[in-house]
Every structure is written in structure tokens, then in C-alpha cells.
């Protein structure tokens, strides 16, 4: 399909770990991105990660790449309640060109 | 502060008023985006200007009218606007450098049509 997919909502208590899942559509994608969205703000870019790599991690954040299945996900380890927010993935469709998932909806319980 | 400003933040106007929304980019970037996000609606992308030149308009119908008269300035014109654009109105800038262009954007506008 055209869409890029996200499961819509999450919810973990602090201090665990989060896994947000996406599912991309176009296997040529060069880059793919991770951002956040926090009530009332635009897109905060976390991270991202080139499609030879099927690893990167950033501090809390690990992103993982499976150019087979197509999937990628962001795991946020030792989870904040500031860490509450809408993640998007987005892939490269070309240039000038991002499309976005859905979006997940974090949601952390103290 | 991602160094990508809109102003107004909010807005609310009538379906026969006539606005702008603004973006500016302080990134020196060479390319910059309006997006449409509505609830429960993935991002849609509407315009795109690379170079200052308009290189992607996807079906947007003609009551917004986009501008950008610098690399550094965007704009969205808005008239006779419909309820169902309620929306926040996301803009971004990028830098095609080796293949990456990752987009940055700006807090957005919150535009409710009445």
C-alpha cells in the first residue's frame, strides 16, 4: 500500500521501555526519520538513520532497520513523562518528498 | 528552538476573510514546505518550493495561494477558506546535502475556520 503505518497509541510506565513500530512502503527510501510532536508544537526531529544501516543508537533512543520487512522502530529507553508526544516515522519517497506515518500516541504513566 | 518561526501561532477568520500565514527559516536552507495536519489524518504535504521555485503543489484547491519571495521567507495566502481547513498549518525547510534532507520544522499555525 501507499501508507506508511503506526500502531496509534502506547502506553508504559516511567522508567520502562518504549518500542514505537512503523511500517514503510518504499524499499529505494534513503533515509528514514523519527519525530516528535508535544501538544500544540510542530515536528521536533529526534533522529534519523541511512538505509544501509540497520542500527543506530542516540543516547536513550535506539533505532532499529529491517530493509526486509520493511520496519522500522524506535526504542526510548528509561522513559520520562516529558517524553509524552506523538512520534512519527517518515520515509524518503524522493526528493523534496517525506511522507509521514500516523503518528503514535506515547503516553507514560508515573 | 528549531530556527524555523510562523507567526500568527493561532487564527481564527471567517470564510469570506482574506490571510497570510508566515514562515521564516534562519537555517540557510534552500527548500522549504507547507504541510496540513488534521486530526486523525496523516501530515499532508501541499506545496514546495526548491530554489525559491514551486516544485510540487499537490491538488491544493486554488483559496491557498503560497509565496516565497526569498530562500528565507514563506508564505500562505488564504481566502474564502471552508471550515473543513481547520487545521495546523506546519512549515519546514531542508538542505539537500549528500542525499539527506532532513526537514525541520516550525511550530505551526492553528487556524480554525469558522
Known amino acids: 500500500g501507499e501508507d506508511v503505518e503506526q500502531s496509534l497509541f502506547l502506553s508504559v510506565r516511567e522508567g520502562d521501555s518504549s518500542v514505537i513500530n512503523c511500517t514503510y512502503t518504499d524499499s529505494s527510501s534513503t533515509y528514514l526519520y523519527w519525530y516528535k510532536q508535544e501538544p500544540g508544537a510542530g515536528l521536533q526531529l529526534l533522529t534519523y538513520?541511512?538505509?544501509?544501516?540497520d542500527m543506530k543508537q542516540d543516547q536513550r533512543l535506539t533505532v532499529l532497520l529491517n530493509k526486509k520487512d520493511k520496519h522500522l522502530s524506535l526504542r526510548i529507553a528509561d522513559t520520562q513523562t516529558g517524553d509524552s508526544a506523538i512520534y512519527f516515522c517518515?520515509?524518503?519517497?524522493?526528493?523534496?518528498?517525506?511522507?509521514f506515518g500516523t503518528g503514535t500516541l506515547l503516553a507514560v504513566q508515573p | 528552538e528549531t530556527g524555523v518561526t510562523q507567526t500568527p501561532r493561532h487564527l481564527v477568520m471567517g470564510m469570506t476573510n482574506k490571510k497570510s500565514l508566515k514562515c521564516e527559516q534562519h537555517l540557510g536552507h534552500n527548500a522549504m514546505y507547507w504541510y496540513k495536519q488534521s486530526a486523525k489524518k496523516p501530515l499532508e504535504l501541499m506545496f514546495v518550493y526548491s530554489l525559491e521555485e514551486r516544485v510540487e503543489n499537490n491538488s491544493v484547491p486554488s483559496r491557498f495561494s503560497p509565496e516565497c519571495p526569498n530562500s528565507s521567507h514563506l508564505f500562505l495566502h488564504l481566502h474564502t477558506l471552508q471550515p473543513e481547513d481547520s487545521a495546523l498549518y506546519l512549515c519546514?525547510?531542508?538542505?539537500?546535502?549528500?542525499?539527506?534532507?532532513?526537514?525541520?520544522f516550525g511550530p505551526g499555525t492553528r487556524l480554525l475556520v469558522l
Open positions: 517518515a520515509e524518503t519517497r524522493a526528493t523534496n518528498k517525506l511522507i
Open positions: 538513520i541511512f538505509s544501509n544501516m
Open positions: 519546514a525547510s531542508s538542505q539537500l546535502v549528500g542525499g539527506a534532507e532532513t526537514q525541520y
